[in-house]
């Protein structure tokens, strides 16, 4: 009687695989973007009434913004030479609307 031996390297488990690394790639990601919002926030938080503050200039948070939608751009490239692609799908998408918050923030 021969005992099945595991086949590590099936399409089923490279899927799981991708699916699981494009997950917790946006799950940082969103966390990054998260933070950084909240940074932008909180400079311009005071809790002097009698002096108001003025928040920072947005700026350096766009630059941030623009540093984080590079890096999603390049990973989704490098995802998709490694046929990786549910990585490549959710960092191409993750890139794009990235950088339309950059350009909505831009302009507000």
Known sequence: MSTPTANH???RRHR??????????VVVEI????????LWVLSGWSLD????HVPDPVRGYL??????????AWSAERAARRHAPATA???GVMAVV???LILVWATA
């Open 9 to 11: 390297n099936s399409p």
């Open 16 to 25: 799981i695989a991708d699916a699981a690394g494009a997950f917790g790639l």
């Open 31 to 38: 966390l990054a973007l998260v933070v950084i919002f909240g």
């Open 49 to 52: 009434q009698t002096d108001p």
């Open 63 to 72: 630059a941030a913004y623009g540093v984080l939608a590079a890096m999603m």
């Open 89 to 91: 799908a959710t960092q």
């Open 98 to 100: 990235t950088v339309g």
